[in-house]
């Protein structure tokens, strides 16, 4: 686990989004960073590397490399 200072804020973009998470603290128990610090986790370990890659294949044609 990181260290406790190091910290993000995090808007949820609908009010839907902040009810779920809301809602998934409640019934775990845990508090909202933890359970938007899980979703976070989540979401990098299936969509960092697939991200970086695009990101890359854009920027190779903005370039015009071959």
């Given at each position: 686990m990181m260290d406790?200072?190091?910290r993000l804020t995090c808007?949820?973009?609908t009010k839907?989004?902040?009810e779920m998470?809301?809602?998934?603290?409640?019934?775990?128990?845990?508090?909202?960073?933890s359970v938007v610090g899980q979703a976070l986790h989540e979401?990098?370990?299936?969509n960092f590397?697939?991200?970086?890659?695009?990101?890359?294949?854009?920027e190779h044609l903005?370039?015009?490399?071959k």
């Amino acid at each position: 686990m990181m260290d406790k200072n190091e910290r993000l804020t995090c808007t949820p973009y609908t009010k839907q989004d902040y009810e779920m998470v809301q809602l998934l603290s409640d019934l775990s128990g845990n508090t909202l960073s933890s359970v938007v610090g899980q979703a976070l986790h989540e979401w990098l370990k299936n969509n960092f590397v697939n991200e970086v890659k695009r990101h890359q294949e854009v920027e190779h044609l903005m370039l015009g490399e071959k």
